[in-house]
């Protein structure tokens, strides 16, 4: 169902294999509820915006994949390294969607590379990640409520909405499903 669709998810729609790479909102009207997505396929490697309305039914696509860590960066290539085999595999950064923003080779993640007839296409990653606020304007004390955002560079260079009680050099939880924040985390 459209509910499932996320970042990295595959699904046969129209006879093309797709994969979501991003989430771009919703909006609703007389005709019900619209998800936009972009989204690749994976055999023309086209990428394209995709309105899909709430509650429509996908064939999945079976994914391969590999349990691999983050090696390096080479500008615009994000080389992942399998655990098992010790291959390296090259993604492009427009092939990992959000998730490009929320994993460095600091990290010590294990993530899961998702192949396509052989081709990597993608990764899975866990919903929550733990990121530091590189920048945001200074905290507010008191005011622990969280429902008064202000955005915040993170370390990664992406920046997300936190609350007020937020200050620079934090180490916050993020869902990876939207970029929202989670809480502050704790060490």
């Known amino acids: ?99 490009a923003g929320y994993i460095t080779p600091d990290d010590d993640l294990e993530v899961n590379l998702t192949f396509y007839e052989g081709k990597p296409v993608g990764i899975d990653l866990p919903v929550r990640v733990t990121r530091t606020v590189t920048y945001c304007e200074p905290g507010v004390k008191g005011d622990t409520s969280g429902k008064s955002l202000k955005p915040a560079t993170l370390d990664t260079g992406i920046e997300v909405r936190v609350p007020l009680f937020i200050n620079t050099d934090d180490r916050i939880v993020i869902d990876t499903r939207d970029g929202s924040f989670l809480e502050r985390a704790k060490n």
């Open 1 to 99: 169902m459209t509910s499932q669709l996320k970042v990295g998810t595959a699904f046969m729609y129209e006879g093309n294999a797709l994969i979501v790479q991003k989430m771009l909102g919703q909006r609703s009207g007389r005709a019900g509820m619209v998800t936009s997505f972009r989204v690749k396929n994976l055999v023309t490697n086209s990428t394209m915006d995709l309105g899909i309305d709430a509650g429509e039914k996908f064939d999945e696509v079976d994914l391969e994949s590999h349990v691999t860590k983050l090696s390096y960066i080479d500008g615009d290539t994000f080389v992942f390294m399998d655990q098992d085999t010790y291959e390296q595999f090259e993604l492009a950064k427009e092939d990992l969607g959000d998730y």
